[in-house]
Protein backbone atom coordinates (compact mmCIF):
# COMPACT_ATOMS: atom_id res chain seq x y z
CA UNK A 1 0.00 0.00 0.00
CA UNK A 2 1.19 3.61 -0.92
CA UNK A 3 2.13 5.99 1.93
CA UNK A 4 0.59 9.44 -0.04
CA UNK A 5 4.32 10.90 -0.77
CA UNK A 6 4.41 13.26 -3.83
CA UNK A 7 6.33 11.14 -5.60
CA UNK A 8 3.77 8.37 -5.40
CA UNK A 9 3.14 4.99 -6.92
CA UNK A 10 4.70 4.41 -10.12
CA UNK A 11 7.79 6.73 -11.46
CA UNK A 12 6.99 6.27 -15.27
CA UNK A 13 3.95 6.96 -16.51
CA UNK A 14 2.32 3.38 -16.99
CA UNK A 15 2.44 1.59 -21.11
CA UNK A 16 -0.14 3.25 -23.26
CA UNK A 17 -0.48 0.72 -25.78
CA UNK A 18 -3.04 -1.88 -26.26
CA UNK A 19 -7.16 -2.38 -27.09
CA UNK A 20 -9.81 -0.16 -25.38
CA UNK A 21 -12.67 -2.50 -24.89
CA UNK A 22 -15.13 -0.02 -22.78
CA UNK A 23 -15.17 3.07 -20.73
CA UNK A 24 -17.09 2.17 -17.68
CA UNK A 25 -15.06 2.55 -14.34
CA UNK A 26 -16.75 4.99 -12.31
CA UNK A 27 -16.99 6.10 -8.99
CA UNK A 28 -19.36 8.42 -7.44
CA UNK A 29 -18.71 10.02 -4.36
CA UNK A 30 -21.87 11.43 -1.89
CA UNK A 31 -21.45 11.99 1.79
CA UNK A 32 -22.00 8.43 2.52
CA UNK A 33 -21.96 5.66 0.29
CA UNK A 34 -22.92 2.27 0.54
CA UNK A 35 -22.08 -0.77 -1.17
CA UNK A 36 -25.56 -1.96 -1.46
CA UNK A 37 -25.91 -0.59 -5.32
CA UNK A 38 -22.90 -1.16 -7.71
CA UNK A 39 -23.93 -2.14 -11.40
CA UNK A 40 -21.65 -2.79 -13.81
CA UNK A 41 -22.42 -0.90 -17.11
CA UNK A 42 -20.95 -1.78 -20.41
CA UNK A 43 -21.69 0.28 -23.65
CA UNK A 44 -20.90 -0.88 -27.67
CA UNK A 45 -21.73 1.20 -30.95
CA UNK A 46 -22.91 -0.61 -33.64
CA UNK A 47 -24.72 0.16 -36.69
CA UNK A 48 -25.92 3.48 -35.20
CA UNK A 49 -26.93 2.71 -32.08
CA UNK A 50 -25.07 2.93 -28.61
CA UNK A 51 -26.25 -0.61 -26.23
CA UNK A 52 -25.54 0.62 -22.86
CA UNK A 53 -26.04 -2.54 -20.90
CA UNK A 54 -26.56 -2.82 -16.99
CA UNK A 55 -25.86 -5.85 -14.86
CA UNK A 56 -26.86 -6.25 -11.54
CA UNK A 57 -26.18 -8.40 -8.43
CA UNK A 58 -30.01 -7.51 -6.92
CA UNK A 59 -33.19 -7.59 -8.96
CA UNK A 60 -33.49 -4.21 -10.70
CA UNK A 61 -36.71 -1.96 -9.95
CA UNK A 62 -35.44 1.33 -10.99
CA UNK A 63 -35.05 3.48 -13.95
CA UNK A 64 -31.96 4.11 -16.80
CA UNK A 65 -32.23 7.31 -18.40
CA UNK A 66 -29.62 9.90 -20.47
CA UNK A 67 -29.74 12.91 -18.65
CA UNK A 68 -32.02 15.45 -19.78
CA UNK A 69 -33.92 12.96 -21.48
CA UNK A 70 -36.17 11.06 -18.93
CA UNK A 71 -38.59 9.27 -21.38
CA UNK A 72 -39.04 7.03 -23.82
CA UNK A 73 -36.57 6.02 -25.61
CA UNK A 74 -34.16 7.79 -23.96
CA UNK A 75 -35.62 5.74 -20.65
CA UNK A 76 -35.95 2.32 -19.50
CA UNK A 77 -37.41 0.89 -16.56
CA UNK A 78 -37.14 -2.47 -14.41
CA UNK A 79 -39.67 -4.29 -12.87
CA UNK A 80 -37.43 -6.77 -11.44
CA UNK A 81 -34.22 -8.72 -13.48
CA UNK A 82 -30.88 -8.78 -13.40
CA UNK A 83 -29.87 -7.49 -17.12
CA UNK A 84 -30.92 -4.19 -18.57
CA UNK A 85 -30.26 -2.82 -21.92
CA UNK A 86 -31.26 0.52 -23.02
CA UNK A 87 -30.55 1.60 -26.95
CA UNK A 88 -29.74 5.06 -27.74
CA UNK A 89 -29.70 6.14 -31.34
CA UNK A 90 -26.56 7.60 -32.57
CA UNK A 91 -27.70 9.41 -35.98
CA UNK A 92 -30.45 11.32 -34.89
CA UNK A 93 -30.36 15.18 -34.68
CA UNK A 94 -31.17 17.39 -31.72
CA UNK A 95 -34.50 18.08 -33.26
CA UNK A 96 -36.09 14.51 -33.71
CA UNK A 97 -37.85 12.65 -31.17
CA UNK A 98 -35.74 10.01 -30.61
CA UNK A 99 -32.38 11.90 -30.01
CA UNK A 100 -31.37 11.20 -26.32
CA UNK A 101 -28.03 14.18 -26.23
CA UNK A 102 -25.40 12.04 -28.10
CA UNK A 103 -22.22 13.69 -28.05
CA UNK A 104 -20.07 13.20 -31.25
CA UNK A 105 -16.39 13.28 -30.90
CA UNK A 106 -13.80 14.93 -33.70
CA UNK A 107 -12.56 11.34 -34.06
CA UNK A 108 -15.50 9.35 -34.77
CA UNK A 109 -16.14 8.16 -31.15
CA UNK A 110 -19.56 8.86 -29.23
CA UNK A 111 -20.30 10.16 -25.79
CA UNK A 112 -23.34 10.53 -23.76
CA UNK A 113 -24.30 11.29 -19.73
CA UNK A 114 -26.28 8.23 -18.05
CA UNK A 115 -28.29 8.28 -14.65
CA UNK A 116 -29.07 5.27 -13.42
CA UNK A 117 -31.42 5.37 -10.37
CA UNK A 118 -32.55 2.33 -7.99
CA UNK A 119 -35.83 4.33 -7.44
CA UNK A 120 -38.41 4.93 -10.13
CA UNK A 121 -39.24 8.63 -9.09
CA UNK A 122 -36.73 9.42 -6.04
CA UNK A 123 -33.43 10.68 -6.51
CA UNK A 124 -30.78 8.82 -3.41
CA UNK A 125 -27.25 8.82 -2.58
CA UNK A 126 -27.37 5.56 -4.59
CA UNK A 127 -27.62 6.66 -7.89
CA UNK A 128 -25.10 6.27 -9.97
CA UNK A 129 -23.54 8.56 -12.65
CA UNK A 130 -21.54 7.90 -16.20
CA UNK A 131 -20.30 9.25 -19.33
CA UNK A 132 -19.79 6.77 -21.62
CA UNK A 133 -17.65 6.61 -24.84
CA UNK A 134 -17.49 4.00 -27.44
CA UNK A 135 -16.71 3.96 -31.24
CA UNK A 136 -18.53 2.73 -34.07
CA UNK A 137 -16.70 -0.83 -33.84
CA UNK A 138 -16.12 -1.72 -30.10
CA UNK A 139 -17.53 -3.41 -26.93
CA UNK A 140 -15.90 -6.26 -24.69
CA UNK A 141 -16.91 -8.38 -21.84
CA UNK A 142 -14.52 -7.54 -19.33
CA UNK A 143 -15.69 -5.27 -16.16
CA UNK A 144 -12.97 -3.03 -14.86
CA UNK A 145 -14.56 -1.74 -11.04
CA UNK A 146 -13.08 1.90 -9.92
CA UNK A 147 -13.06 2.38 -6.01
CA UNK A 148 -11.90 4.69 -3.44
CA UNK A 149 -10.17 3.05 0.15
CA UNK A 150 -9.06 4.83 2.97
CA UNK A 151 -5.48 4.60 3.39
CA UNK A 152 -5.85 1.03 5.25
CA UNK A 153 -7.16 -0.20 2.37
CA UNK A 154 -10.47 -0.07 3.41
CA UNK A 155 -13.42 0.59 1.30
CA UNK A 156 -14.28 4.16 2.39
CA UNK A 157 -17.31 4.49 4.04
CA UNK A 158 -17.97 8.47 4.16
CA UNK A 159 -15.65 10.65 2.08
CA UNK A 160 -14.46 13.89 3.75
CA UNK A 161 -13.08 17.06 2.09
CA UNK A 162 -9.20 17.44 2.03
CA UNK A 163 -8.68 13.45 3.28
CA UNK A 164 -5.77 11.43 1.89
CA UNK A 165 -7.57 8.34 -0.34
CA UNK A 166 -6.30 5.43 -2.99
CA UNK A 167 -8.16 5.25 -6.10
CA UNK A 168 -8.10 1.36 -7.05
CA UNK A 169 -9.30 0.00 -10.41
CA UNK A 170 -9.19 -3.60 -10.86
CA UNK A 171 -9.86 -5.90 -13.81
CA UNK A 172 -12.46 -9.25 -13.30
CA UNK A 173 -12.25 -11.24 -14.83
CA UNK A 174 -8.43 -11.84 -15.45
CA UNK A 175 -6.07 -14.35 -16.65
CA UNK A 176 -2.21 -14.86 -16.71
CA UNK A 177 -1.94 -13.25 -20.21
CA UNK A 178 -4.20 -10.10 -19.73
CA UNK A 179 -3.05 -6.67 -18.25
CA UNK A 180 -4.95 -3.74 -17.19
CA UNK A 181 -3.81 0.44 -17.84
CA UNK A 182 -5.69 3.26 -16.45
CA UNK A 183 -5.78 6.49 -18.84
CA UNK A 184 -8.21 9.64 -19.29
CA UNK A 185 -9.39 9.64 -15.89
CA UNK A 186 -11.25 13.12 -15.46
CA UNK A 187 -14.30 14.48 -12.71
CA UNK A 188 -17.41 15.14 -13.39
CA UNK A 189 -20.59 16.26 -11.11
CA UNK A 190 -23.53 14.58 -12.21
CA UNK A 191 -25.21 17.31 -14.05
CA UNK A 192 -24.12 16.22 -17.88
CA UNK A 193 -20.85 15.09 -17.53
CA UNK A 194 -19.24 17.12 -20.24
CA UNK A 195 -19.05 20.70 -19.36
CA UNK A 196 -17.38 20.71 -15.83
CA UNK A 197 -15.05 18.08 -16.71
CA UNK A 198 -11.59 17.85 -14.74
CA UNK A 199 -8.69 15.70 -16.28
CA UNK A 200 -6.90 13.88 -13.74
CA UNK A 201 -5.22 11.22 -15.89
CA UNK A 202 -3.87 12.06 -19.69
CA UNK A 203 -4.15 9.70 -22.53
CA UNK A 204 -1.05 8.29 -21.70
CA UNK A 205 -1.32 7.76 -18.08
CA UNK A 206 0.72 9.94 -16.52
CA UNK A 207 -1.31 12.88 -14.17
CA UNK A 208 -2.64 15.73 -15.90
CA UNK A 209 -0.53 19.26 -15.61
CA UNK A 210 -3.02 20.62 -13.52
CA UNK A 211 -3.80 17.89 -11.33
CA UNK A 212 0.12 16.63 -10.47
CA UNK A 213 -0.86 18.37 -7.23
CA UNK A 214 -4.02 16.29 -6.67
CA UNK A 215 -3.04 12.71 -7.85
CA UNK A 216 -0.63 10.33 -8.53
CA UNK A 217 0.36 8.12 -10.88
CA UNK A 218 -1.34 4.58 -11.30
CA UNK A 219 0.87 2.16 -9.75
CA UNK A 220 0.55 -1.43 -11.42
CA UNK A 221 0.89 -3.96 -8.08
CA UNK A 222 -0.67 -7.08 -10.27
CA UNK A 223 -1.88 -7.22 -13.84
CA UNK A 224 -5.04 -6.87 -12.87
CA UNK A 225 -4.59 -3.76 -9.89
CA UNK A 226 -4.32 -0.65 -10.53
CA UNK A 227 -4.11 1.91 -7.63
CA UNK A 228 -3.26 5.66 -7.46
CA UNK A 229 -2.94 7.73 -3.97
CA UNK A 230 -6.02 10.89 -4.38
CA UNK A 231 -3.69 13.40 -2.06
CA UNK A 232 -6.57 15.98 -0.90
CA UNK A 233 -9.92 15.12 -1.57
CA UNK A 234 -11.40 17.70 -3.59
CA UNK A 235 -15.31 18.63 -4.58
CA UNK A 236 -16.90 21.22 -6.87
CA UNK A 237 -18.85 23.86 -5.39
CA UNK A 238 -22.42 23.95 -4.49
CA UNK A 239 -22.61 20.13 -4.81
CA UNK A 240 -21.31 17.17 -2.31
CA UNK A 241 -21.44 14.86 -5.19
CA UNK A 242 -18.93 13.62 -7.61
CA UNK A 243 -18.03 11.13 -10.27
CA UNK A 244 -14.60 9.68 -10.61
CA UNK A 245 -13.96 7.94 -14.72
CA UNK A 246 -11.33 6.21 -16.49
CA UNK A 247 -10.57 4.78 -19.34
CA UNK A 248 -9.41 0.53 -19.04
CA UNK A 249 -7.07 -0.58 -21.41
CA UNK A 250 -6.47 -4.38 -21.75
CA UNK A 251 -3.55 -5.60 -23.08
CA UNK A 252 -2.76 -9.06 -24.66
CA UNK A 253 0.79 -10.43 -23.82
CA UNK A 254 2.05 -7.35 -22.12
CA UNK A 255 1.45 -3.67 -22.76
CA UNK A 256 3.76 -1.73 -25.02
CA UNK A 257 5.61 1.50 -23.69
CA UNK A 258 3.98 4.92 -25.71
Not at 156 to 172: E, F, M, P, S, V
Not at 197 to 220: E, H, K, T
Request: aromatic share 8%; charged share 20%.
Amino acid sequence: MNDGARNGPGEDCPPGGGRLVTLIATYTQNEFNSDDFSPAVTARCERGVMYINLVTLQPFYGVVHTHGYRKAPCLIDRNGGFNTTLKVSLLADENDEIYCGINKGVKGERSVSLAIRPHKNLELTDDKNYYLTCEQSGGGTYKVTLKLLDMSGQRAGRILHGNTYILRAQLTPYDSITSLRIKNCFAFTDDTGAGDQVQLIDPYGCPAPAADALISPFNYNTTHTAEAVLYEMFKYPDTNKLNIQCDAILCRGGCQEP
